[in-house]
């Protein structure tokens, strides 16, 4: 079993409509889960972090985290063909060290 | 406004060379991580240190040498290059190793022929 799985996609979805991506992680003792933006060619970007269970927006992004299911998402309301990347799911994983893993990311794809 | 600052951006070696991957950091962090990515893998996690003058292995440390040389800069080492270590090398770092987002470098594209 990965550390972080998500589905690579890619995910469809028409502008203006709500992206939905999901994450799992197995390790039970993480407090530390994140969201990354990647442009193909480009680094990742930071664009939400999130530590405590419930959900927490800024702006049209909104992620939610259920320590108990261990799962984390991320929802882009309003989704417009500049989102259009890849989102990584990260999630700093404390047994046997502490080591910021990544799930192999989702592709997200808005048309027009 | 630097941030993650990695060089070279670009690089071809030939099988067997050597090079040093350099990482620096204007932000006062604490952690520095190296990741490859590949197609279809994600980042995987070569390399970490939680401060200056500690080092630990991640996901895929074989073939890779790390050094800390102080809080601002984390170098990765490729000894004998291998075909298998073309990939894009992407250096990070952050606050302190709990509770932080962890913030990258633009990436250097390495080819081994």
Request: charged letters at 20%; aromatic letters at 10%; proline letters at 4%.
């Given at each position: 079993q990965k550390e972080v799985e998500q589905n690579s996609g890619p995910l469809s979805v028409p502008e203006g409509a709500i992206a939905s991506l999901n994450c799992t992680y197995s390790?039970?003792?993480?407090?530390s889960f994140f969201w990354y933006r990647q442009y193909s060619g480009k680094s990742p970007e930071l664009i939400m972090s999130i530590y405590s269970n419930g959900d927490k927006e800024d702006g049209r992004f909104t992620a939610q985290l259920n320590k108990a299911s261990q799962y984390v998402s991320l929802l882009i309301r309003?989704?417009?063909?500049?989102?259009?990347a890849t989102y990584l799911c990260a999630v700093m994983i404390t047994g046997g060290g502490n080591k910021l893993t990544f799930g192999t990311g989702t592709q997200l794809k808005v048309e027009l | 406004n630097a941030g993650v600052t990695q060089t070279p951006k670009f690089q071809v070696l030939k099988t067997g060379q050597s090079m040093t991957l350099q990482c620096a950091q204007?932000?006062?962090?604490?952690s520095m991580y190296w990741y490859r990515q590949d197609p279809g893998m994600g980042l995987r996690l070569i390399y970490y240190s939680a401060s200056e003058g500690t080092t630990d292995k991640g996901e895929v440390p074989n073939g890779y040498n790390v050094s800390r040389?102080?809080?601002r800069e984390f170098s990765l080492r490729l000894e004998s290059a291998a075909p298998s270590q073309t990939s894009v090398y992407f250096c990070a770092s952050g606050r302190?190793?709990?509770n932080t987002e962890a913030f990258f470098g633009q990436g250097t594209r390495l080819t081994v022929v």
């Amino acid at each position: 079993q990965k550390e972080v799985e998500q589905n690579s996609g890619p995910l469809s979805v028409p502008e203006g409509a709500i992206a939905s991506l999901n994450c799992t992680y197995s390790d039970r003792g993480s407090q530390s889960f994140f969201w990354y933006r990647q442009y193909s060619g480009k680094s990742p970007e930071l664009i939400m972090s999130i530590y405590s269970n419930g959900d927490k927006e800024d702006g049209r992004f909104t992620a939610q985290l259920n320590k108990a299911s261990q799962y984390v998402s991320l929802l882009i309301r309003d989704s417009q063909p500049s989102d259009s990347a890849t989102y990584l799911c990260a999630v700093m994983i404390t047994g046997g060290g502490n080591k910021l893993t990544f799930g192999t990311g989702t592709q997200l794809k808005v048309e027009l | 406004n630097a941030g993650v600052t990695q060089t070279p951006k670009f690089q071809v070696l030939k099988t067997g060379q050597s090079m040093t991957l350099q990482c620096a950091q204007d932000m006062n962090h604490n952690s520095m991580y190296w990741y490859r990515q590949d197609p279809g893998m994600g980042l995987r996690l070569i390399y970490y240190s939680a401060s200056e003058g500690t080092t630990d292995k991640g996901e895929v440390p074989n073939g890779y040498n790390v050094s800390r040389l102080n809080k601002r800069e984390f170098s990765l080492r490729l000894e004998s290059a291998a075909p298998s270590q073309t990939s894009v090398y992407f250096c990070a770092s952050g606050r302190q190793i709990r509770n932080t987002e962890a913030f990258f470098g633009q990436g250097t594209r390495l080819t081994v022929v």
